[in-house]
C-alpha cells in the first residue's frame, strides 16, 4: 500500500523567501514521487518528478525536491518565492508495479508582498 | 504537447438528473482516470480505465459509472445526480510515468 501525507494545508510566506513544502510517503517498495501544481480554476500541470538516479529533482519555475530514503520524503523548496507561485501543490507517489498514482491533501502556498 | 479536454468548464445540473461529463485525449494514451478533488481532501480516484471497454473501480466509485467506447474518450456518468456530487472533477491520461490532467469540470448539483 501506499500513502502520502502533506504536512501543512497551508503556507505563507513572503515575495523573496524560501518555500518550502513538506511530503512524507509509506511505500513497501522503491516509489515514484512527483509534485504538481494546480492554478484557481485550472487542472495539474507536473512541477517536478523522482523515477531512479539522482535524487535532488530540478522542476520547472525553479522549484527543487529532494528524495531522502531514510526519511521517506520528498520535500519541495524553491530559493525565492514570487508572487505567481501561489497556487496548490500536490505531492505524489505511485510503485513501479503500478500506474495508479495517489496523491496527498495538498498544500496552499500563500505568497505575500 | 499532450491535451487532455474536458467539455464543460462550469456545470450546473438539477438534482435527479443523469449527468455526463467527457474527457478527450490527443496522444494515444491507454491510462485513463477521472477523480474528485474537493478542499482539504485533496484528489480522489473515482474510476480509470487501462483500456478500451476496460474500468475499473477507485476509492469512490459510488452514485458513478464510466463508458470508454473509444481510446481517446472517458467518460464520466452521475446517474442521478445528488448534491453531495457537488464538486470538481479531473480527467488525467497517464503515459509511463506521467499524468497529464484536464481544466477540470466545477459541477454544482442543485
Known amino acids: 500500500a501506499q500513502s502520502v501525507t502533506q504536512l501543512g494545508s497551508h503556507v505563507s510566506v513572503s515575495e523573496g523567501a524560501l518555500v518550502l513544502l513538506r511530503c512524507n510517503y509509506s511505500?513497501?517498495?522503491?516509489?515514484?514521487l512527483f509534485w504538481y501544481v494546480q492554478y484557481p480554476n485550472q487542472g495539474l500541470q507536473l512541477l517536478l518528478k523522482y523515477t531512479t538516479g539522482a535524487t535532488l529533482v530540478k522542476g520547472i519555475n525553479g522549484f527543487e525536491a529532494e528524495f531522502k530514503k531514510s526519511e521517506t520524503s520528498f520535500h519541495l523548496t524553491k530559493p525565492s518565492a514570487h508572487m505567481s507561485d501561489a497556487a496548490e501543490y500536490f505531492c505524489a507517489v505511485r510503485l513501479g508495479g503500478s500506474y495508479i498514482p495517489t496523491f496527498g491533501r495538498g498544500t496552499s502556498l500563500i505568497v505575500h508582498p | 504537447d499532450v491535451k487532455v479536454t474536458q467539455s464543460s468548464r462550469y456545470l450546473v445540473k438539477r438534482t435527479g438528473e443523469k449527468v455526463f461529463l467527457e474527457c478527450v485525449q490527443d496522444?494515444?494514451?491507454?491510462?485513463m482516470f477521472w477523480y474528485r478533488q474537493d478542499p482539504g481532501l485533496g484528489l480522489r480516484l473515482i474510476y480509470f480505465?487501462?483500456?478500451?471497454?476496460?474500468?475499473e473501480k477507485g476509492d469512490i466509485p459510488e452514485g458513478y459509472s464510466v463508458s470508454r467506447e473509444k481510446k481517446e474518450r472517458f467518460s464520466l456518468i452521475l446517474e442521478s445526480a445528488s448534491t453531495n456530487q457537488t464538486s470538481m472533477y479531473l480527467c488525467?491520461?497517464?503515459?509511463?510515468?506521467?499524468?497529464?490532467f484536464g481544466q477540470g469540470t466545477r459541477l454544482t448539483v442543485v
Open positions: 511505500s513497501s517498495v522503491p516509489p515514484y
Open positions: 496522444m494515444d494514451h491507454e491510462n
Open positions: 488525467a491520461s497517464f503515459r509511463n510515468t506521467e499524468a497529464f
Open positions: 480505465s487501462y483500456d478500451v471497454k476496460m474500468k
